[in-house]
């Protein structure tokens, strides 16, 4: 049986990446919406956390490439999980079955050009969430792993800032 299957435990959305479920003995233990829409004014139930997953303080940076960058303030006067349409909110491509590491998985993709939301550089961000089962003193096991690569596909910059989560 395909771990990532439409009749298996896990189901993504490419908007933000999302994790909608994750079952464990039929239980889903995501915190999830039945719809997609429904995620649009969630508070980043499942999804994919960028371009920072953190909080900018005074919605800035100061020094990154001989300049200063305003971001987008959504948390008070800082810059929250990427801004105001982070990634959570972004459509992904995929998810596309894939192997990685010799195991069963699936990616998502995002470009993210240049200024979005204030941030310098564009950037391609690949998601991959890896399942696998295995057995532990005989008690069965599900697995579910998630990896992120971020390239700098654009020359508008020679650094950015980038730091990737997710809130499953």
């Not at 189901?11 to 829409?37: D, T």
């Not at 004014?41 to 920072?52: H, K, L, S, V, W």
């Not at 300049?67 to 990427?82: F, K, T, V």
């Not at 508008?156 to 800032?161: D, H, I, L, R, Y």
């Amino acid at each position: 049986m395909s771990l990532l299957s439409t009749e298996s435990n896990f189901s993504f959305l490419p908007q933000g990446a999302i994790i909608q479920e994750f079952k464990v003995k039929g239980h889903n233990i995501v915190q999830s919406f039945p719809r997609a829409e429904l995620y649009n004014d969630a508070p980043f139930f499942g999804e994919t956390i960028g371009r920072t997953s953190n909080r900018i303080e005074n919605a800035t940076i100061n020094s990154l490439n001989g300049r200063s960058y305003e971001l987008a303030a959504n948390s008070g006067p800082n810059s929250l999980h990427g801004g105001n349409t982070g990634f959570g909110k972004r459509p992904f491509r995929g998810p596309q079955p894939v192997e990685r590491g010799g195991r069963e998985a699936v990616k998502f993709t995002y470009l993210s050009p240049d200024g979005e939301e204030g941030y310098p550089g564009t950037i391609e961000l690949r998601v991959w969430y890896i399942a696998w089962e295995d057995e532990e003193d005989g008690v069965p096991k599900v697995y579910l792993e998630v990896e992120y690569e971020v390239e700098m596909v654009g020359d508008e910059c020679e650094e950015t800032v980038v730091g990737i989560t997710n809130h499953r």
